[in-house]
């Protein structure tokens, strides 16, 4: 079980920081990513961890801006997210995929296995 939190609203410039909690599964096993959807678009790829936190994998729209890491003793994964613009106004999902590949990260949505509720960002102009 995956449950996100940390969303909210924003001015565009200012900072997030999203939080997943897993529960129930060996988290250290798990490659962890996030995604985000906005109305009437498709669910997009926004970052990726994998097992042990030495690799991740973020979009050109998020590098430079967004952080992913890992904390596999609290079974927390963290959305670091600067320099905000309207255009990452979106439901930000969590995810988590188990049976990867050692150091391996995941930037499609089939790959994973797991999905959390959602937090809602809203960043305004």
């Known amino acids: 079980q995956l449950q996100a939190f940390g969303g909210g609203l924003v001015q565009a410039g200012g900072s997030l920081r999203l939080s997943c909690a897993a529960s129930?599964?060996?988290?250290?096993?798990?490659?962890m990513g996030w995604f985000r959807q906005a109305p009437g678009k498709e669910r997009e790829f926004v970052a990726s961890?994998?097992?042990?936190?030495?690799?991740?994998a973020r979009p050109d729209s998020a590098k430079g801006r967004f952080t992913i890491f890992r904390d596999n003793a609290k079974s927390t994964v963290t959305l670091q997210m600067n320099s905000l613009k309207p255009d990452d106004t979106a439901i930000y999902y969590c995810?988590?995929?188990?049976?990867?590949?050692?150091?391996?990260?995941?930037?499609?949505?089939?790959?994973?296995?797991?999905w959390g509720q959602g937090t809602q960002v809203t960043v305004s102009a």
């Open positions: 961890i994998s097992w042990g936190g030495s690799r991740t």
């Open positions: 995810a988590a995929r188990s049976n990867g590949v050692s150091g391996a990260v995941y930037d499609t949505a089939t790959a994973y296995d797991y």
């Open positions: 129930g599964r060996a988290f250290g096993s798990l490659v």
